[in-house]
T-cell receptor, first 117, second 115 residues
Framework: GAVVSQHPSWVICKSGTSVKIECRSL??????MFWYRQFPKQSLMLMAT?????????EQGVEKDKFLINHASLTLSTLTVTSAHPEDSSFYIC?????????????FGPGTRLTVL | AQTVTQSQPEMSVQEAETVTLSCTYD???????LFWYKQPPSRQMILVIR??????QNATENRFSVNFQKAAKSFSLKISDSQLGDAAMYFC????????????FGGGTRLMVKP
């Protein structure tokens, strides 16, 4: 149980285009999802916290208009990178917290590698 | 703000031997959790072990155990009988008491296992 999926696993796009990444909790409901970015050989940096039915909370330095987060249901959160540029190329990871009865665990998706040409 | 520090960018261990990865953290909270995550080449984050700050007993999970020194704010991971499959990045992480709070990660330690 407690599986989180991400789609796509790898995406290449042209500079200036927008890319949407989906994060789904497959067998549990997630009131809270987290989006992280990981550059090569570096740690995970939290970008934003996404709560179902409300606006996401962004970390300092993360552009809200560039990284649009929507958490429309208890099983789906999306991250849209708008007007992507080469410096946005990174590995994006989501995690989901069980809504109830699941203890204190967060479960991670397998990540999405974004390459912007 | 909470910070997590892993002072060893890389470590290596001989297969079947024991290795200890270091982690220190800084917090003014009394209710928190500490974690060790493994990130293999697949990049999938895998929870290795968890420690609740209110528990004095060190957590253990098979070959993995921690040395939790609350006063010193130290949380090291010991891997016994190292296996080739243990080779990965290991991240120490901190979270405040409520499950909805975010994880703060250390910089990571790359563990290499020599056959």
């Amino acid at each position: 149980g407690a599986v989180v999926s991400q789609h796509p696993s790898w995406v290449i796009c042209k500079s200036g285009t927008s890319v949407k990444i989906e994060c789904r909790s497959l067998d549990f409901q997630a009131t809270t999802m987290f989006w992280y970015r990981q550059f090569p050989k570096q740690s995970l940096m939290l970008m934003a916290t996404s709560n179902e039915g409300s606006k996401a909370t962004y970390e300092q330095g993360v552009e809200k208009d560039k990284f649009l987060i929507n958490h429309a249901s208890l099983t789906l959160s999306t991250l849209t990178v708008t007007s992507a540029h080469p410096e946005d190329s990174s590995f994006y990871i989501c995690s989901a917290r069980v809504a109830s009865g699941g203890g204190n665990e967060q479960f991670f998706g397998p990540g999405t590698r974004l390459t912007v040409l | 703000a909470q910070t997590v520090t892993q002072s060893q960018p890389e470590m290596s261990v001989q297969e079947a031997e024991t290795v200890t990865l270091s982690c220190t953290y800084d917090t003014s909270e009394s209710d928190y959790y500490l974690f060790w995550y493994k990130q293999p080449p697949s990049r999938q984050m895998i929870l290795v072990i968890r420690q609740e700050a209110y528990k004095q007993q060190n957590a253990t999970e098979n070959r993995f155990s921690v040395n939790f020194q609350k006063a010193a704010k130290s949380f090291s991971l010991k891997i016994s009988d190292s296996q080739l499959g243990d080779a990965a990045m290991y991240f120490c992480a901190y979270r405040r008491g409520s499950a909805g709070n975010m994880l703060t990660f250390g910089g990571g330690t790359r563990l290499m296992v020599k056959p």
